[in-house]
């Protein structure tokens, strides 16, 4: 089962995100070269620029043996040792480890992705009343991820996971060419509107990480 981590870093900032952000990207294409398992590592900051000390990272692995791999290779390693020496962090950091949805998949536009420019990313957090109703919206679910599929080019990734701790709350990655296309083409697809309208009495919260990739890849040529 294809697996996604979602981290938010809360940095000191400064100098220690900068050096952060180098070990990370350092790390991004140490996996692209060797670890076939890894199909994302995308070093990601807040478009709010307001937000000069939070660092995100997306990860993408094509089951659990390649994420517990990845987790040990002298890079990682030496970079938890590093976090553990110096103050990097002003919090504890949120780390969400999530299944994708088997039915549905990761998909990426492989050649897209290579020419966009600026990738237009959301990390989406969607919560339901019980986790009754979050299994039932998948099938509204199914019908978006088709539709972004087969007939959005300007939709580069997506995908919807969950978490065995939070089953009331299903988690998507996305990524688009621009924002314009994300709200003026995607949001306006009738599968989309369908879904809001359709579940919305079953929803308990939203909440959308905006975000612009610095570093990194979104994807493999082909996932």
Not at 18 to 29: G, H, N, P, R, V
Not at 82 to 97: F, I, Q
Not at 118 to 129: C, L, N, R
């Amino acid at each position: 089962m294809t697996k996604l981590v979602f981290a938010i870093l809360p940095t000191v900032g400064g100098k220690a995100r900068e050096e952060y952000i180098a070990k990370l990207t350092a790390t991004s294409a140490y996996s692209k070269a060797n670890e076939p398992g890894v199909l994302t590592y995308a070093v990601c900051l807040p478009r709010d620029e307001t937000d000069q000390k939070t660092v995100y990272m997306i990860e993408a692995y094509s089951d659990q043996a390649a994420f517990d791999a990845h987790m040990k290779i002298e890079k990682v390693q030496d970079m938890i040792q590093w976090m553990g020496a110096n103050p990097v962090l002003e919090a504890a950091p949120t780390v969400l480890e999530l299944d994708v949805v088997e039915d549905f998949g990761l998909f990426t536009r492989g050649d897209a992705i290579q020419s966009a420019k600026d990738p237009h990313i959301v990390f989406g957090e969607v919560s339901y009343k019980d986790a009754d109703l979050a299994e039932k919206s998948l099938a509204h679910w199914a019908k978006v991820v088709q539709t972004t599929k087969n007939d959005e080019p300007g939709s580069l990734v997506y995908a919807l996971t969950r978490s065995n701790t939070n089953p009331a709350t299903l988690y998507t990655f996305e990524a688009y060419t621009s924002k314009d296309y994300l709200w003026d083409v995607h949001a306006k697809s009738q599968a989309v509107q369908d879904n809001v309208k359709e579940t919305s009495d079953w929803r308990a919260g939203l909440k959308h990480h905006v975000l612009k990739q610095v570093d990194g890849f979104l994807a493999r040529a082909k996932i």
